[in-house]
Structure formats: C-alpha cells, structure tokens
C-alpha cells in the first residue's frame, strides 16, 4: 500500500509535477486541494466549503455527487466500462443518441461520439470538409468565423478561436488561416445590424468556391469574452450560408443544455445548423464526452459514393460516460428547465447589479443562468483567487471578467452570496 501522503505533501508535489491549464510551471498561482463535493459545494483540505459559481467549467449542471448519475454509473461499472466502438455497439451509447435527437431540432438526426469538446469540433471541421470533397467541391475546404469565439485548443479549433485569445501569432504556420468576420454586435435585443449582415454577404460573395462551413456559438460566445448577442443574427447567417452553399456549425458546447434557458442557445433562433457540436454539460459534468449532431444532408453527403467518415476515437462512445449523459438528460428531463432558468437570471440580475457602482467596473450583463461583471482592467490570478476563496466561494475569473455560471440547483441565497463577494473582492482591490 502507498503511504498516504499529507495534504501539505500533495499540494508541494502538484506544484512540481503537474501542468495546470493556463498556468506557468515556474510561477504557478496556488492551486487548492478539494477533499470533497456535493450538490453546490466544494470542500477544501482545511475544511473551508466553498459555493460554487463555475459548475466546474460550467458542465455541473446538477451539482457534485448526484445520486442518480452516480447510481447510473456505478450500475454500467459493473456490467461493462468499456468495449470498442469499430463493430460492437451497446445500449447506453444508443439510447442516448436517441435522447439527443429528441431534444435537438428535428433536423438533426446523426450522432457521432467523441472524448471532449475540442475533439468534437474538429470532427465538424473534417465533416464539413469532407462533405464537400464528396460532393465534387474539393477547394472548399476554409471556414469563417467571428472574432471573439473559442472552439477548443487542438489545432483545427484553435485555427477559429479568435486570433488574440488564440496565439495565432505563436502558432502561424501551423494554422489554417481562416476568414475573420467581427463579432456579432451585443446586446440580446438590440436590432440586427446591416452593415454586419452586407459584409458577410460579400465575403461569401468574394470566397464561396474555398469555404466549407460557417462555425459559431450561437447567442453567447463564451470564452472569448461572455457576449451576448441578438439570435436573429443566426436566422441572417442561416440565409447567407444556403445562398452561398456554405455548410453551417453551431458550437453548443458552452450554451447546450439548458445554460441560457432553452434546451439549446439554437432554440432562440428559428433555425437549425446542419452540424452542432456538444459537450461540457453533456454528463451533467461527471466525465469528458462530446457529439457532434448533424442532419442527413451532412451525413449521407459524406456516406455518398461508397464514402466513409474518416474518424474513429479509441474510446468513441464510451459505455460509462453514455451512462452518466443518461442519467443527466433524464434529470434535466424533470426540470421546469425554462423557468429554473429564468430565475437564476432575474437572481443574478439582482445581486450582480449591484458591482455597476464600482469605478473600476465597466459593465454587468446577465443572460440566463450566466452573470457577467467586466472590470476595467485585466485580473491577476495571484491577487485575487485567494480574496475569492476568502469570501467562501469558488468562482475562476479570466481577462477582465469576473463571471458566474453555477449549476442550476443553486438557490437564491447562495447566489447572493456568490453575487456579494464578487462586490466585496472587487471593492477590495479599488482599495489597494
Ligand atoms: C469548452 C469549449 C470547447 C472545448 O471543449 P473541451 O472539452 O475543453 O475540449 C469548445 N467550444 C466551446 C464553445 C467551449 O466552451
């Protein structure tokens, strides 16, 4: 048996081992131990609970250690964990492609599992791409996007992640370069504005014959800066990428299931991509698994011709995280998810309007179980993630955003508490 290690040893032993995300190995921000989580709690090793506001990067939806995606698992552990994919299927890997194409628009009617979100991405790329190449059109193979989006951080994906955010200046040469629109303008309910629409129209117009797809999030773009915009913009783009025959790819991972308060950030428009990619919150956030959706022009496009679709993950739809997608979708199944949903943002509202107040904050938005403070300047990890943990909450800045995203089991009190220690942390640093 190994000697158990002290919680002092454990965090020494992170620091020199282990890459974190984003983090430098020779000046690395402090990293907490977590002892335990439940329902919106996260433990620490000294005993400090915290209340969660990031739903672990927004995939715990239903809060730590739900009985039932537990029992769902623990039941698929001990009848099998894994058998491959390549001429063997099974039932939780079925019955949840039949659950996802219930809930995603009618169009959408094929599934393809892969291990996260970035991974699922590249799959539409290559669908897209691949789609085209079968259909006789072989030079459309680019992509556009707008700026201010984040698709994943393996290659394919960081070629349309917005350039700043991305690297594409460290990485050029081994990106594809892409076709850079501006972000959709925010602002929920502002007007759809025609100069943006006129100038994709001639982009298409200019470059169709080399583009394969249009990939967005739709609604929010989410790690490239929390902005909210109008969907009408998608009904615009749906239009353009039919007139132009141009392939369109909702990225879902961030907004699928339930985050802005329908089932999918696509439900506020009255359209549908031909591919959608989902992941994150897809297990309720037990276990990576990612799909990428599309409809039967897309998938018996590439199945034309004798053609197969060149991608085969080792672990591609993995019995034990179909079990616990499952068990998630059935719980949010039971959920009055639309108005759950609608009053974590009117809580949010509330108790984050507040921070407007502060000089050093420049805007507060809230847009269904996501709340915003942007600061004026830029946030330092090392200064203000221990205020935070401090003031008993777990909430993960980055740039100039102080955000929330918890799971949708949290209560009004625990929102204000969330909500009042962004207040206090942020008035902390207006002091020194
Ligand atoms: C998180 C995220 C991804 C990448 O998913 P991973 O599971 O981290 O690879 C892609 N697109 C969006 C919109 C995301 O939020």
Redesign the pocket.
């Known amino acids: 048996m190994l000697l158990q290690k002290t919680d002092e040893e454990l965090i020494q032993l992170d620091k020199e081992l282990l890459w974190h995300p984003y983090t430098s190995m020779s000046h690395p921000t402090p990293h907490f131990l977590v002892k335990k989580a439940e329902g919106t709690r996260i433990t620490l090793s000294n005993n400090k609970t915290l209340i969660d506001g990031m739903s672990s990067?927004w995939s715990v939806i239903h809060g730590y250690n739900h009985p039932s995606i537990n029992a769902a698992m623990k039941s698929q552990i001990d009848n099998f964990s894994h058998v491959m994919f390549g001429g063997l299927t099974h039932e939780p890997a079925v019955e949840l492609a039949d659950k996802l194409i219930k809930i995603t628009p009618t169009e959408l009617k094929r599934v393809f599992f892969s291990d996260?979100?970035?991974?699922s991405?590249e799959v539409a790329l290559k669908m897209a791409i691949q789609y085209w190449h079968t259909a006789g059109t072989p030079n459309k193979k680019k992509f556009i996007t707008p700026r201010n989006g984040?698709?994943?951080?393996t290659f394919a994906?960081m070629s349309v992640c917005d350039p700043i955010n991305g690297m594409h200046g460290l990485f050029k040469g081994t990106l594809t370069e892409q076709f850079f629109i501006p972000s959709p303008p925010t602002g929920i309910d502002l007007p759809v504005d025609e100069n943006y629409i006129d100038d994709i129209k001639q982009l298409m117009e200019n470059h169709h014959e080399e583009i394969a797809g249009f990939i967005l999030?739709p609604v929010v773009q989410?790690?490239g800066g929390m902005r909210f915009y109008n969907p009408m913009y998608l009904d615009r783009i749906r239009e353009l990428c039919d007139n132009f025959n141009i392939l369109l790819i909702f990225?879902e991972?961030?907004t699928g299931f339930g985050r802005t308060g329908k089932m999918f950030a696509t439900n506020h428009s009255s359209i549908t991509p031909d591919i959608m990619?989902v992941?994150?919150a897809l297990t309720g956030g037990y276990i990576?698994l990612?799909a990428t959706i599309t409809n039967d022009k897309v998938a018996l496009g590439i199945s034309d011709k004798g053609g197969v679709f060149m991608h085969g993950p080792t672990f591609m739809g993995n019995p034990l995280a179909c079990s616990a997608a499952n068990a998630s979708l059935s719980l949010l199944a039971s959920y009055d998810l639309e108005n759950l949903i609608s009053n974590i943002e009117t809580t949010l509202k509330k108790h984050l309007n507040k921070c407007k107040t502060l000089p050093n904050v420049a805007d507060v938005r809230c847009f269904g179980a996501i709340g915003v403070v942007e600061l004026t300047n830029p946030i330092d990890h090392h200064q203000i993630q221990p205020l935070l943990v401090e003031q008993g909450v777990w909430i993960r800045p980055f740039g100039k955003l102080i955000y929330l995203m918890p799971p949708f089991i949290i209560n009004d009190q625990e929102i204000e508490v969330l909500g009042k220690a962004i207040y206090n942390v942020i008035s902390s640093l207006e002091q020194s």
């Open positions: 990067w996260s979100g970035s991974v991405v984040y698709h994943g951080d994906a999030e989410n790690a990225d991972i961030a990619c992941g994150k990576t990612a």
